[in-house]
């Protein structure tokens, strides 16, 4: 098969080539540093020309609400239309565990706005939601530090290994459309302000983390929006192990 990965270069696309590509099938990275891109259409159809899958892990490069919105249903659009033209058979997209019920997150807008458009796009699809990659974790603890304090909530997490998200979409795109959501998500739940306290206990940096409800990204998300339910796929790589290596 042809798999054209959009978002090819990015820290799952790149991992989601690389399968897909072990197995056999031939792989094209598609991005906007290999001359395709998705929110002006440039590349799309030369790429997409003999394609059986598309896989959209694509990224908007600003989380801020209107630009997030604006890229992934321009993207969307763009990328769905190309596939109707070329004759695609499946199109699987990578988006977030509980993105539905989060409205008043601008980011989350913009990515049930993505599935929707996948949805009633007239290609045959698979969803795949995942939770919060492991690689995730300390970037938002990054967001969220004054001086040495790690100001962060207890909202429930079960973050995920991007290897392990990875290999369940390209084992989506290796099957057949499912017109349904798969969840994704690690082997464990713990409060945000935790797993900031496994980190910094695996790679002390001088930093201790404080719990604040009202602090960072995740500060109000309704409990156990995140964590997925008893349907979730649930991966094997724990969080504490996957620190050691990483
Ligand atoms: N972070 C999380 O915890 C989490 C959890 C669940 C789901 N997700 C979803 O997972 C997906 C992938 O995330 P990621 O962390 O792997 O992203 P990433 O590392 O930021 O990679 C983003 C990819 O998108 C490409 N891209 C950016 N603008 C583009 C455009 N205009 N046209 C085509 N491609 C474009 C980038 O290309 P260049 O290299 O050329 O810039 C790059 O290949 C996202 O859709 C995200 O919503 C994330």
Redesign the pocket.
Known sequence: MKIVV????????SQVVALVRDSGHEVVA????TG????TGQGLAETLEGADVVVD???S?SFETEAALDFFTR?ARHLIEAERETGVRHHVT???VGVDQVPDYGYYRA?VAQEEAVRGGGVPYSIVR????FE?IAPVMDMSTQGAKVRLPSTRLRPIASADVAAAVAEAAQGEPSYGVRNIAGPEVHGLDRLGEITLAAKPDGRTVVTDEAAGLFAGMPDGVLVGDDTAHIASTRYEDWLKQN
Not at 36 to 39: A, E, F, G, H, Q
Not at 130 to 133: D, E, G, L, N, P
């Open positions: 959009v978002g090819g270069t990015g820290l799952i696309g598609a991005a906007p540093s395709v891109d998705t929110l892990v694509s990224n490069p993207s990578l988006s977030i990515k995942a939770t919060q990659f995730f």
